[in-house]
């Protein structure tokens, strides 16, 4: 089993930074595997944010986050993060870590490994 726990989120002002991470324990994650963050805002359904293979290192993101979202992942330490800039308030939702072969194909809460989130708030 794997476990991701998330970390990093709080509350800012539009224009301002955060960092997200996310730390794997239980088995190693497997060089398939793809990791990366979905968010979900209130009222809104779970949609994908951005991605990085674990072990080559191709990004992918959404288009509202490119240019200002960098995801990177570290193979040493177990850890992925995401550098989060010029935030705006359309940000604002539960962030949550995921890792798996098929997650971010099927995009389902039950395919692969989730965290159990993390609040990130985006103030005017």
């Known amino acids: 089993q794997v476990q991701l726990v998330e970390s990093g989120g709080g509350l800012v002002q539009a224009g301002e930074s955060l960092r997200l991470s996310c730390a794997t324990t239980?088995?190693?994650?497997?060089?398939?595997?793809?990791v990366g963050w979905f968010r979900q805002a209130p009222g809104n359904e779970r949609e994908f944010v951005a991605a990085?293979?674990?072990?080559?290192?191709?990004?992918s993101y959404a288009d509202s986050v490119k240019g200002r979202f960098t995801i990177s992942r570290d193979l040493a330490k177990n850890t992925m993060s995401l550098q989060m800039n010029s935030l705006k308030p359309e940000d604002t939702a539960v962030y949550y870590c995921?890792?798996?072969?098929?997650?971010?194909?099927?995009?389902?809460?039950?395919?692969?490994?989730w965290g159990r989130g993390t609040q990130v708030t985006v103030s005017p």
């Open positions: 239980g088995r190693i994650l497997s060089s398939t595997y793809t």
């Open positions: 995921a890792a798996g072969r098929t997650v971010f194909t099927t995009r389902r809460s039950d395919d692969g490994y």
């Open positions: 990085i293979n674990w072990s080559f290192g191709g990004t």
